[in-house]
């Protein structure tokens, strides 16, 4: 296969029309993480099937020490655990959301909630980690004088520290609030740009690149570049590239949009 020509390249973002799989060995520049929402390949839709190997060809275009954000089940966690292989488990986010969906039976209960899952490789210290803090309404100043470590607690715990107003985001909470794209989604699986911006922010440093290799709609491309960092997508779906691309490329997207 002869180097790809991007299907939309604008302002440091790219996507490219095809399969990740025979895409992702001639990329010209390297990622330093992947954000994506692969295919779960639980339905019976005909866009929900597990590309065999795209975490081994995530793998091998991403350097030694990387990031990988992955939204799915748990049951897809459990199913493809051995896909995953050589990636070490970090934190996990879930997101709540405002709609469930589920089965038409009364066996199983209605499904609020979807994981999103980090996987690194390398050394945790390499990584670039950035979680943007939580403002608070209770701001208690500088707190000294705190209880005496556990002996199991590392040496050199600080005993006094100065609330900032600011806390460090939480695994469910920080996601619970994510509008609902219910009746606007251009995918039938697409994730709210509040979800996915996090993530990106999380793991990519400002102006790195972050690797998509299921884009959809251009979710993440559009969240990489709201957060002042490079984004490479691919899409199999012309359908889907097509979107977004429009979406991406809308004139008046970033008017006010403060990097």
Same mark, same amino acid.
């Given at each position: 296969?002869?180097?790809?020509?991007?299907?939309?390249?604008?302002?440091?973002?790219?996507?490219?029309?095809?399969?990740?799989?025979?895409?992702?060995?001639?990329?010209?520049?390297?990622? %330093?993480?992947?954000?994506?929402?692969?295919?779960?390949?639980?339905?019976?839709?005909?866009?929900?099937?597990?590309?065999? /190997?795209?975490?081994?060809?995530?793998?091998?275009?991403?350097?030694? $020490?990387?990031?990988?954000?992955?939204?799915? $089940?748990?049951?897809?966690?459990?199913?493809? #655990? @051995?896909?995953?292989?050589?990636?070490?488990? &970090?934190?996990?986010?879930?997101?709540?959301?405002?709609?469930?969906? /589920?089965? /038409? $039976?009364?066996?199983?209960? %209605?499904?609020?909630?979807?994981?999103?899952?980090?996987?690194?490789?390398? #050394?945790?210290? =390499?990584?670039?980690?950035?979680?943007?803090?939580?403002?608070?309404?209770?701001?208690? *100043?500088?707190?000294?004088?705190? !209880? #005496?470590?556990?002996?199991?607690?590392? @040496?050199?715990?600080?005993?006094?520290?100065?609330?900032?107003?600011?806390?460090?985001? #939480?695994?469910?909470?920080?996601?619970?609030?994510?509008?609902?794209?219910?009746?606007?989604?251009?995918?039938?699986?697409?994730?709210?740009?509040?979800?996915?911006?996090?993530?990106?922010?999380?793991?990519?440093?400002?102006?790195?690149?972050?690797?998509?290799?299921?884009?959809?709609? *251009?979710?993440?491309?559009?969240? !990489?570049?709201?957060?002042?960092?490079?984004?490479?997508?691919?899409?199999? $779906?012309? &359908?889907?590239?097509?979107?977004? !691309?429009?979406?991406?490329?809308?004139? =008046?997207?970033? !008017?006010?949009?403060?990097?």
């Amino acid at each position: 296969m002869t180097a790809p020509v991007p299907y939309f390249a604008e302002d440091g973002i790219e996507l490219y029309l095809g399969d990740c799989r025979e895409i992702l060995p001639h990329l010209t520049e390297q990622p %330093v993480a992947c954000v994506t929402d692969p295919p779960y390949g639980e339905t019976a839709n005909e866009w929900d099937v597990w590309p065999d /190997g795209w975490t081994s060809a995530v793998a091998a275009a991403l350097p030694a $020490s990387a990031s990988l954000w992955c939204f799915g $089940s748990a049951r897809m966690f459990l199913d493809r #655990r @051995d896909d995953f292989a050589g990636w070490k488990f &970090a934190q996990e986010a879930l997101w709540v959301k405002r709609n469930g969906t /589920g089965p /038409g $039976s009364r066996d199983r209960l %209605v499904r609020l909630h979807e994981w999103a899952y980090h996987w690194y490789r390398g #050394r945790w210290s =390499d990584l670039h980690h950035e979680w943007e803090r939580e403002r608070t309404t209770a701001n208690k *100043g500088t707190v000294r004088n705190l !209880a #005496r470590a556990a002996e199991h607690q590392r @040496d050199g715990r600080q005993n006094a520290w100065t609330d900032d107003g600011t806390r460090q985001p #939480r695994s469910v909470t920080y996601l619970i609030e994510a509008p609902s794209v219910r009746y606007q989604k251009r995918h039938p699986d697409e994730k709210p740009l509040a979800v996915v911006e996090p993530l990106v922010r999380e793991c990519v440093p400002p102006g790195g690149l972050v690797l998509d290799p299921f884009a959809g709609v *251009g979710t993440t491309l559009l969240a !990489a570049r709201l957060t002042g960092r490079r984004a490479i997508g691919i899409e199999r $779906s012309e &359908a889907y590239a097509e979107l977004a !691309a429009e979406r991406l490329g809308a004139s =008046d997207l970033f !008017a006010g949009v403060v990097m």
